[in-house]
């Protein structure tokens, strides 16, 4: 299903870039990396679309090899009248954002079966500041680049555990295609229609892999933070 969907929205999404509505830096990169597996990007989170879109740069070329076309870790709030079955096919694995029992026996076998995946040279991509970036109570900015605070590392762990990539990305919008917490229809809709909501900047950032004994989960937090933040030097 996650082919068949990526086939159909992969075109559009391509006509867009040809169009310099949607650009994208570091993208040979990022191919590269999801091409040899085992990679997790991890994004800011400014609005409901980049969610949908980030997956499908890897068209056409995840139909070729599917293990670049990354999992999710959607909120288990969202898709809740779907079955685990229809998840799967998805590649979506169901996280929990609040702090209560159900949520934490959810991400702990969510974990489990992200390692299980990174084993197999699977491609995940994150959200982990806890929800839309201007919801968040605390920020870390770097220039005019801003996001909330990263909350919750688990899967930073879970990457450093089997050796997984880290590449972080840094969504870029337009304060009118951000304005007013728009759903996703209306996302789309600036998206297609909205010259003044122009361009969307997917921002690939040199991918790192957290070495050592030991995790530190706030001093990871952290570094990840100002690498999605802080704009490339150019060549």
Not at 175 to 202: A, N, T, V
Not at 214 to 234: G, V, W, Y
């Amino acid at each position: 299903m996650a082919v068949l969907l990526g086939t159909l929205l992969g075109i559009p999404f391509w006509l867009l870039g040809l169009l310099r509505v949607i650009r994208i830096s570091g993208y040979w990169r990022a191919v590269d990396y999801a091409r040899r597996g085992r990679v997790l990007i991890v994004a800011n989170h400014p609005s409901l679309i980049e969610t949908f879109l980030i997956p499908l740069v890897f068209w056409p070329w995840a139909m070729l090899r599917l293990r670049m076309f990354p999992w999710s870790l959607p909120d288990k709030n969202l898709f809740k009248g779907f079955t685990p079955a229809q998840h799967e096919r998805l590649r979506c694995i169901r996280v929990g954002r609040d702090d209560t029992l159900e949520s934490r026996k959810l991400n702990w076998s969510a974990m489990k079966r992200v390692m299980e995946h990174f084993e197999r040279q699977q491609c995940f991509v994150a959200h982990l500041e806890g929800g839309r970036t201007s919801k968040q109570a605390e920020h870390v900015s770097v220039g005019p680049n801003q996001m909330g605070r990263i909350k919750n590392a688990q899967i930073l762990k879970a990457a450093w555990k089997k050796g997984a990539w880290i590449m972080p990305l840094h969504v870029k919008m337009t304060d009118d295609m951000r304005r007013d917490l728009p759903g996703f229809g209306e996302s789309l809709r600036r998206l297609l229609l909205s010259p003044k909501c122009w361009p969307i900047r997917l921002e690939f950032r040199h991918p790192y892999r957290i070495v050592g004994q030991r995790f530190d989960e706030e001093t990871e937090k952290r570094r990840l933070e100002l690498a999605i933040l802080t704009p490339e030097m150019p060549a």
